[in-house]
Each structure stands twice: as structure tokens, then as C-alpha cells.
């Protein structure tokens, strides 16, 4: 359920893995719309992770929009759960609805202090809130997963996202075959690959009992020097691809969400409690998803290649 439909590629991929794939385009923000789905569908168990991650212009231009998809949405989704009698309901939140907790020591746990300054922190963190409303006044079982930064296989551009992961925003140069400009300096991430976020959201979807509302959802690895690495190993896909650090008084054109260093999220309540471990530290995502790029080229059509 989404705004608009998967690019073809993706859903000739999806249909390959069986199951049955049903598409329905649905704002999360219509409370009619979301019931009907619920009702037409009765899902046993649901992952809500519609959002609009709005970077500070946004903030202001879409102020409502942003509201009404982030929060909004959130309790139109967990209303019709709750009505359809829904066993179980996963929010992805993020690391960000930390605020500035997130700059203010090497680790993260959930029960750190929440400190939300911009509007997608706010409205992540209210979410959250509203997640734990349902939960003890309502008794829906609804779990939150916060997720560090993400990046690998399935990203793209849906126009909603104001910041793309580093590493999608090196591939599309990349392919566009256009000079990357590095950031001089890399701030610290809590990355963490698509595919260990797909593994840890189903396993908490699937553990028979929790002891917890809330769960960090990270790597556990310490990350280092990524866009130079990610780079490097792209060449073997792109092997014109031209990358270099930024020389004093030249902006980079690849940035990062913010350029401060962030803490790394304690993922220490989900291991012990549902046997989950990542898969993927430094190495072997950048070598995955350059495995998986140089395999899936038809995934990627950028119009607006050259633009800087």
C-alpha cells in the first residue's frame, strides 16, 4: 500500500519470489482510504512504514502534508488495525526520533533520553507516542523499530525522501557518469544494509511474544571512511567512475543527512531477546550491493543525468 506504484522491474522481481503480490495506491493521511484497504484485506499482521522524511525546506513549505503523512497516517493505520482485528502491527521509526540525543554520546539505548528538534524527528518520535496510546488504552499490539541509516538493495528516489542514503547518491552520479566530490570529512552513521533491516523487522513480526515496546534496529559494526570505500568498489560497475575529496572552499555533491557525528544505536534488547545478529558489517554490505547493482542495472533510470 502506497502512493504510487513499484517500478515494473521491482514487481517482476517480487512476483518471482511467489506468494501472491496485491498494489493498492492509497494515501495513509485519508482515514476513508485506509479503512477500506483494512476491510477489503484483514491483514493478521502489518508494517507500517509510510513517511515523508522531510529535510528543513520541506519542513516549512509541506508543513501539513508532513504532519498529516507522518502522525496523521500513523493512527489512521493503527485505527483500522485495531477495528480489523489485527494480531500484530510493526511502526518503523527511526533513529532520529532521538533528536539531539543522537549527538550526545557513542551510544544509543532505548530508553536514552528523546530530544526531537527537526519536524521528522517530532512527528517520528509522536508517532511513537501515539503507538504506545494504542497499545495500553486500546491494548493493540503494536511494536516501534527504530532504524539507524540505511542503504543498500531497493532504494530509489520516490520524491519523498529529501536526502538520499550517501551511497545511492554516489550511484547515481555513478552511473550518470559524472565526477563525484566527496565531503572532505565523513561524520560518524549507525549504517545499517537494507537487507538486515528486512531480516530484523521480520523477525520481530514473527517472535511469538516481546517483552518490549520499542527496539533499536542497527548493524552492531563501527563504519569508517564508507564513501571512499563505497566508491572504490563501484568501479567495478562504473569502471569510468571518477571520485575525489573536496579541496578547500569546494562544496561536495554528495552530502550526508546532517554532518554531525551520531551515536551508535545499542541493538543489545533485540539480539537477546529474539536471537537476531546482522549479517552485514563494512565489507560485505559494500561488496553485496555492488554485487547486487552490477547485477540489476535495469533497476536504475535516472533522468536527469548531468545535473549537478
Known amino acids: 500500500m502506497g502512493d504510487r506504484a513499484m517500478p515494473k522491474f521491482a514487481e517482476k522481481t517480487l512476483t518471482r519470489a511467489g506468494g501472491k503480490l496485491t498494489q493498492i495506491i492509497c494515501d495513509v493521511s485519508d482515514g476513508h482510504a485506509v479503512r477500506e484497504v483494512f476491510e477489503r484485506f484483514r491483514p493478521d499482521r502489518v508494517v507500517h512504514a509510510a513517511v515523508i522524511t522531510a529535510g528543513d525546506e520541506r519542513e516549512f513549505r509541506e508543513f501539513e502534508r508532513v504532519v ?22 510493526i511502526y518503523v521509526s527511526s533513529g532520529s526520533a532521538y533528536g539531539n540525543t543522537l549527538f550526545a554520546g557513542a551510544q544509543l539505548l532505548e530508553e536514552s533520553p528523546m530530544v526531537p528538534d527537526s519536524l521528522y524527528s517530532i512527528t517520528k518520535h509522536a508517532s511513537e507516542r501515539i503507538c504506545a496510546r494504542f497499545r495500553h488504552a486500546r491494548n493493540l499490539n503494536v511494536t516501534c523499530v527504530r532504524l539507524g541509516s540505511v542503504f543498500g538493495p531497493w532504494e530509489r528516489d520516490t520524491g519523498v525522501r529529501d536526502t538520499l542514503s550517501l551511497p545511492m547518491q554516489i550511484l547515481q552520479r555513478a552511473l550518470c557518469g559524472e565526477e563525484i566530490r566527496l565531503p572532505a570529512q565523513e561524520p560518524k552513521r549507525d549504517w545499517i544494509y537494507s537487507r538486515d533491516v528486512a531480516r530484523g523487522l521480520a523477525t520481530v513480526l514473527e517472535a511469538p511474544s516481546l517483552r518490549h515496546e520499542v527496539y533499536n534496529l542497527g548493524s552492531g559494526y563501527k563504519w569508517c571512511n564508507v564513501a571512499a570505500d563505497w566508491s572504490a568498489r563501484l568501479r567495478a560497475v562504473a569502471p569510468g567512475l571518477r571520485a575525489r575529496a573536496t579541496e578547500a572552499g569546494e562544496q561536495p555533491n554528495v552530502v550526508f543527512f546532517g554532518g554531525r557525528d551520531r551515536a551508535m544505536m545499542g541493538i543489545y534488547r533485540l539480539t537477546s531477546e529474539t536471537g537476531f545478529k546482522p549479517r552485514f558489517d563494512q565489507k560485505d554490505a559494500l561488496a553485496d550491493y555492488a554485487a547486487w547493482v552490477r547485477e540489476n542495472q535495469d533497476y536504475f533510470q535516472f533522468e536527469q543525468c548531468g545535473a549537478t
Open 68 to 89: 498529516d503523512v507522518n502522525v496523521k497516517g500513523t493512527a489512521n493505520v493503527l485505527q483500522s488495525a485495531l477495528n480489523t482485528l489485527a494480531d500484530k502491527v
